[in-house]
């Protein structure tokens, strides 16, 4: 299933926040979504999540779920949300509830995604005896378990040391090549943007309008850390955002 939003524009009553946005989201990709602060990065997401309904435009979806699609489209935010009181494995049963799926059927989803994710030794213990990176694991993995048709990611990183975020993007990348899964990917972190992003759209700053949209055909699984040509397009993407950053940051201070 893509997804498109078609001549989206937003408002939250006298602010405008996003204009004018045309963009799809094909199916199988990854589209990362940068942009100064305060630019409707998470609104856009809201939007394509059907959380909210956008001032003008449309947001349409676009060829159907997967067949064994249990909620076509799932959120990671940056902090998580996992149940405290629930084990790993608790807390990926709470999504296959109310599906009529059997107990053997649900136990082989959670088999799988806690394989895929690395995490089957951990499937008994609470969040609390996991460090960040490893919370923000099982919160992929919970999303992988309904096998959504896009997954929508807001600053899944951004808690997480840098070298966490490094490991847990070498995850995302090895997740993708075995299995191509749909994401809108929305980050500050620009480094985060080529490597994982098939496609980044640069937002101007508030209200968001589509600057520029890169397109990154080096495969995910070639994008090494610290590789020239990966250095080369963030300065690129950089030089797009440094004038409307700083704008963006001023103006906030003097709100
Ligand atoms: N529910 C709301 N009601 C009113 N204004 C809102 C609401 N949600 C967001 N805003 C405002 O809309 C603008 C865009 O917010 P949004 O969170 O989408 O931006 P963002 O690009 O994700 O920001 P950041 O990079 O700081 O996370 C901001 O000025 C914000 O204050």
Redesign the pocket.
Same mark, same amino acid.
């Given at each position: 299933m893509d997804l498109k939003l078609d001549h989206v524009s937003h408002h939250? =009553?006298a602010?405008e926040?996003l204009r004018d946005i045309t963009l799809d989201f094909p199916s199988g990709q990854i589209v990362c979504i940068v =942009?100064? /602060? %305060?630019? %409707?990065? /998470?609104? +856009? +997401?809201?939007m394509l999540g059907g959380l !909210?309904q956008p001032t003008a435009g449309k947001v349409l979806q676009i060829g159907t779920p997967p067949a064994d699609c249990l909620n076509p489209l799932t959120y990671i935010f940056q902090d998580f949300a996992l149940l405290p009181w629930r084990t790993v494995r608790g807390n990926l049963a709470l999504v296959l509830e109310d599906h009529g799926l059997s107990a053997a059927a649900r136990d082989a989803i959670i088999t799988d995604v806690l394989a895929r994710t690395k995490l089957s030794e951990f499937a008994d213990a609470l969040p609390k005896q996991l460090s960040g990176g490893m919370k923000q694991r099982v919160a992929i993995a919970r999303a992988l378990a309904v096998n959504p048709a896009v997954m929508l990611m807001? !600053?899944p990183l951004s808690a997480l040391d840098s070298q966490t975020r490094e490991l847990l993007m070498d995850d995302l990348i090895g997740l993708w090549t075995r299995q191509p899964f749909t994401a809108v990917y929305?980050t500050?972190n620009l480094a985060e943007a080529v490597r994982l992003g098939h496609k980044i759209v640069v +937002?101007s700053r508030?209200p %968001?309008q589509v600057r520029d949209i890169v397109t990154l055909n080096t495969p995910l699984a070639e994008r090494a850390y610290g590789d020239a040509e990966l250095e080369a397009q963030q300065q690129h993407l950089w030089a797009l955002m440094r004038d409307e950053a700083a704008a963006a940051d001023a103006e906030l201070l003097n709100v």
């Amino acid at each position: 299933m893509d997804l498109k939003l078609d001549h989206v524009s937003h408002h939250y =009553g006298a602010t405008e926040v996003l204009r004018d946005i045309t963009l799809d989201f094909p199916s199988g990709q990854i589209v990362c979504i940068v =942009g100064p /602060s %305060g630019c %409707g990065k /998470s609104t +856009l +997401l809201r939007m394509l999540g059907g959380l !909210e309904q956008p001032t003008a435009g449309k947001v349409l979806q676009i060829g159907t779920p997967p067949a064994d699609c249990l909620n076509p489209l799932t959120y990671i935010f940056q902090d998580f949300a996992l149940l405290p009181w629930r084990t790993v494995r608790g807390n990926l049963a709470l999504v296959l509830e109310d599906h009529g799926l059997s107990a053997a059927a649900r136990d082989a989803i959670i088999t799988d995604v806690l394989a895929r994710t690395k995490l089957s030794e951990f499937a008994d213990a609470l969040p609390k005896q996991l460090s960040g990176g490893m919370k923000q694991r099982v919160a992929i993995a919970r999303a992988l378990a309904v096998n959504p048709a896009v997954m929508l990611m807001d !600053e899944p990183l951004s808690a997480l040391d840098s070298q966490t975020r490094e490991l847990l993007m070498d995850d995302l990348i090895g997740l993708w090549t075995r299995q191509p899964f749909t994401a809108v990917y929305v980050t500050h972190n620009l480094a985060e943007a080529v490597r994982l992003g098939h496609k980044i759209v640069v +937002l101007s700053r508030r209200p %968001g309008q589509v600057r520029d949209i890169v397109t990154l055909n080096t495969p995910l699984a070639e994008r090494a850390y610290g590789d020239a040509e990966l250095e080369a397009q963030q300065q690129h993407l950089w030089a797009l955002m440094r004038d409307e950053a700083a704008a963006a940051d001023a103006e906030l201070l003097n709100v």
